[in-house]
């Protein structure tokens, strides 16, 4: 029977014409279909530019599930290593591209992270005390009182020390259960300082939760509802030197940036910062309503401080979970992003011009 199965499909197969066997999905061919070849190219072709990092990292994809085709073989497909270990031949520009998206990847992950909101911390119950390893102690420090055959005197020596270590247990669990109380009211006094704003506690719960991000944050002012952030930027160096790209060829490379293109994801940067500044305070700071970030870039001396922006944020009118929201406030603010040219160039405010009485 399974052989005649086999017969079967197998007939069937050649009986249906191959355009068949090759057949799409209904709606995509219908679609692929109705619409010109040159109308599909143009739309690969803006959406590689419009979004170099999504192209880059579909054609990595495609490349990964795809490793096995034979249909076309290219050096720009595949990394030649030599002696030394380094790529070269064709796939030097393909490595570029992975390199940069990478890197350009890793720099943008702070406009996507999440925080956590503030919550009223708990101090644990603390757990019963085991009371054997007393017994054990006292036994072991009075067992020499009594002889092996005074069984009486025995029992007798065994029952008082199981009454000590008991004793001894519930004191010290009474004990533990006292310093658990007195954690937890000042664990209480703290969050009502907290979340009352009191600028102590406010400036050092800020600072504890920006001590390890990427970009330094200075709290000028924590106090009620508002704080001043001082928010230290990078400068454009850190950005790869190249950038991901596709050719129309569908291959995986990597050119140099434009001048308008390299201004505007460094703006993009910026506004990564940013919102995960207010992001963290809106989460840390429940009393914080309110807040002015300003945004420094330094280069060799604190005298060479540059004001790259000066912005104010509600915690109510704010689209906090929208990841480019960062970039929207310094479009829309009156001291955001100096941007000047055609192609964009961040520049940092004239001292003449900045928001009037800036302490740095």
């Not at 704003?197 to 106090?223: H, I, K, M, Q, Y």
């Not at 940013?274 to 309503?289: G, K, N, Y």
């Not at 790259?308 to 955001?336: C, I, P, Y």
Request: one cysteine or more; glycine letters at 8%; aromatic letters at 6%.
């Amino acid at each position: 029977m399974g052989f005649a199965r086999r017969v079967v499909r197998k007939s069937v197969r050649k009986a249906t014409p191959r355009s068949v066997q090759r057949a799409t999905h209904p709606v995509r061919t219908l679609k692929n279909a109705a619409t010109p070849r040159p109308v599909r190219q143009m739309s690969r072709a803006v959406y590689t530019i419009t979004n170099p990092l999504g192209a880059a990292e579909n054609k990595l994809i495609g490349a990964a599930l795809g490793g096995g085709s034979s249909r076309r073989s290219s050096g720009g497909r595949s990394l030649n290593y030599g002696a030394d270990g380094k790529v070269s031949g064709g796939g030097v520009r393909a490595a570029e591209a992975v390199a940069s998206h990478d890197s350009l990847a890793r720099l943008m992950a702070v406009q996507h992270e999440r925080f956590a909101p503030a919550h009223p911390p708990v101090i644990s119950d603390p757990d019963p005390v085991d009371p054997d390893p007393a017994r054990r102690e006292e036994w072991a420090r009075r067992k020499a009182e009594v002889r092996f055959w005074q069984r009486a005197r025995r029992q007798q020596l065994r029952l008082e020390v199981d009454e000590h270590a008991q004793s001894s247990a519930a004191e010290a669990f009474a004990q533990a259960q006292a310093e658990q109380r007195e954690q937890q009211r000042r664990a209480d006094s703290w969050w009502d300082a907290l979340i009352q704003g009191e600028s102590t506690v406010l400036t050092a719960a800020l600072r504890a939760a920006f001590d390890d991000n990427p970009a330094r944050v200075v709290v000028s002012v924590a106090n009620g509802s508002r704080a001043v952030l001082l928010l230290c930027l990078p400068g454009p160096s850190v950005l790869p030197q190249k950038r991901a790209h596709v050719t129309p060829g569908g291959r995986l490379s990597s050119k140099a940036w434009t001048k308008a293109e390299f201004n505007g994801v460094y703006a993009e940067l910026i506004g990564a910062h940013l919102l995960a500044t207010a992001r963290e305070t809106w989460a840390v700071a429940p009393s914080v309503t309110s807040l002015r970030i300003v945004g420094l870039r330094t280069e060799d001396e604190i005298e060479n401080t540059q004001v790259l922006f000066d912005v104010e944020a509600d915690r109510a009118e704010g689209d906090w979970a929208t990841d480019n929201w960062g970039e929207v406030m310094l479009q829309h603010s009156k001291w955001g992003l100096n941007r000047t040219g055609r192609t964009g160039e961040v520049r940092p405010w004239p001292k003449d011009q900045l928001r009037p009485g800036l302490i740095l």
